[in-house]
């Protein structure tokens, strides 16, 4: 059975950092592309950030970029997003996905093509 298992979420101020975990079992992790997403309350889901197999290939939305780290450590099947310089703006439930790595990462990755899902993880931020 497959799990993914996020964590590091909490209440934070405006400009502070937190670092979101998502631990994978019933999976070879290797074999996923990644990525993160988060919805807000009264918004649709959307893309947070991406990262390929291997870990060679990443890709962030604009709102993010230069903010936010997604990076990955296949030997412990764990995927990691540092956030930092966060705003109010990035309040919203957390989820990571994984998609098997049949072909190159698309940028972004499609919420609807994701193959599992996390529960999610809430991150609020304090103005």
């Known amino acids: 059975q497959v799990q993914l298992v996020e964590s590091g979420g909490g209440l934070v101020q405006a400009g502070g950092s937190l670092r979101l975990s998502c631990a994978a079992s019933?999976?070879?992790?290797?074999?996923?592309?990644m990525g993160w997403f988060r919805q807000a309350p009264g918004r649709e889901r959307e893309f947070v950030a991406c990262?390929?197999?291997?870990?060679?290939?990443?890709h962030y939305a604009d709102s993010v970029k230069g903010r936010f780290t997604i990076s990955r450590d296949n030997a412990k099947n764990t995927v990691y997003l540092q956030m930092n310089s966060l705003k109010h703006e990035d309040t919203a439930v957390y989820y990571c996905?994984?998609?098997?790595?049949?072909?190159?990462?698309?940028?972004?990755?499609?919420?609807?093509?994701?193959?599992?899902w996390g529960k999610g993880t809430l991150v609020t931020v304090s103005s």
């Open positions: 019933g999976l070879t992790l290797s074999h996923y592309h």
């Open positions: 996905a994984a998609v098997l790595s049949v072909a190159t990462m698309m940028r972004p990755l499609d919420a609807s093509r994701m193959d599992y």
């Open positions: 990262i390929s197999w291997s870990g060679a290939t990443t």
